[in-house]
């Protein structure tokens, strides 16, 4: 493994190699404009209140995240390069076989410390099993409140462990990272009790954990894209399956359609950074 993770760093360091990473971001934007295309997404109806605020709270998703990232890659610190790479890789995930998002991590940068490929790969693969544990703590905790019925247990348990991981940094400057993705697949719920509130006048919590599960389970299906409906087909299953079938097709095509713009606006915002700098 030794002479593989030598000849990587050898071969992101040639300077041709710029090309294969510009083309696998071409690559990537193909597949997400596709998506675009035949979900037959109509922009101008997006600019609203509504969207802005979606934005912000995949924003703030999206950001702990890239922070829980650094925080692996150098030990507990947050640095604004590793930021910067994890909100360009994003666009990896659209690229089929799942080696978009290590692939584009793995290109080096001009300013800012390089890590080795050993690193960047071994820390991918520890960033999904946490991504995995806490999106299933998070569901298990919904499980709780909905068919136990221990009301408000869910926001207690989020406000408990968002009290743990403030007193954590700030106070002691300890950085767990198991707590920050927890906090960040916290925003996963807020965004998905927001759309339910928006189309159904409450927030459903048999949703929120449908979307825990079916997430979970598209992250661990290796090998296939982002957006092309695996997450989809799994949550209108379990939506069937436990007795909720209102508008689930239409709620899951709305959620898909805003992940899709957000992912597009990223990549722009990214590769005008790029060109900045």
Known sequence: ??????????????????????????????????????????????????????????????????????????????????????????????????????????????????????????????ELLLVILSASLLASIFVVEIYLEIQNITIKFISLVSVIYFIAIFLYKININFLNYLIANSFVSIFIAYLTYLQFGEVKLPYILGYLISSTISIIAIGIPAGIGIREAIFIQLMNFSGTYADV????????????????????TMRFYKKLN
């Not at 030794?2 to 090309?19: A, P």
């Not at 610190?77 to 990896?92: A, D, H, P, R, T």
């Not at 709620?251 to 990549?267: E, G, H, K, M, Q």
């Open 1 to 126: 493994m030794n002479s593989l993770y030598i000849f990587l760093d050898k071969l992101r360091k040639n300077e041709r190699m710029k090309y294969f990473f510009n083309f696998l971001t071409f690559v990537s934007l193909i597949y997400l404009l596709n998506l675009m295309i035949s979900q037959e997404i109509k922009v101008s109806e997006l600019f609203s209140h509504t969207t802005l605020v979606v934005f912000c709270i995949l924003l703030i998703f999206y950001f702990l995240l890239a922070i829980s990232w650094s925080a692996l890659m150098k030990n507990g610190k947050i640095e604004k390069n590793q930021i910067i790479l994890w909100f360009y890789s994003v666009v990896g995930k659209y690229v089929p076989f799942g080696v978009g998002i290590p692939l584009l991590r793995f290109e080096t940068k001009k300013s800012g410390s390089d890590d080795g490929s050993e690193k960047i790969l071994k820390n991918t693969i520890k």
């Open 249 to 268: 097709e239409i709620f899951i095509a709305t959620t898909r359609i805003y992940l899709i713009l957000f992912d597009l606006l990223i990549f722009m």
